[in-house]
């Protein structure tokens, strides 16, 4: 088992450019959020009254759910880019809530958030991703993310 990093490239509230988390560093692994699907998602959660804040936060824990979920068994901690300062324990608690239906005993301490730099890996993938000369293993679908924020805890 090993330590991987997690980045962001375009931000969960940017609606227009698709949004690719990646986690790298002895693992690889990237997906893609297409804009459309931020907006149909934003759009509902708007819709029950959340702020424009909350529901680009709760967002990005749901994107990376979906990107943790199938690699967490992988890694022994994962450190996550700092992308909403001050709001990490609120990320954190929703990420872990998620994690928790697939693995119930998962140990959040595993889970740290720290300034991910450019010189990461998973930074460079996420990039690599954006430019189009890498592809992401999964882009998420606007039906499974409206599945899984239906399901929340």
């Keep these: 088992m ?6 962001q490239s375009i931000k969960m509230d940017d609606l227009v450019r698709d949004t690719v988390l990646a986690v790298a560093d002895g693992i690889s692994y990237a997906i893609v959020i297409p804009a459309n699907v931020k907006r149909v998602v934003m759009q509902r959660l708007r819709a029950k009254g959340k702020s424009h804040t909350a529901v680009a936060i709760y ?6 759910y979906f990107l943790l979920r199938n690699v967490i068994h992988q890694v022994d901690q994962i450190g996550i880019d700092v992308e909403y300062t001050g709001r990490e324990i609120e990320i954190k608690n929703t990420l872990i809530a998620y994690l928790r239906r697939d693995a119930p005993h998962f140990d959040p301490t595993r889970i740290l958030f720290r300034h991910v730099g450019k010189r990461s890996p998973a930074h460079h993938l996420a990039v ?3 430019r189009h000369r890498q592809t992401a293993n999964r882009r998420i679908t606007e039906a499974e993310f409206l599945r899984a924020i239906s399901k929340r805890k």
């Design 128 to 130: 690599e991703i954006v």
């Design 2 to 7: 090993t330590n991987a990093e997690v980045d």
């Design 59 to 64: 967002t990005f824990a749901i994107g990376l």
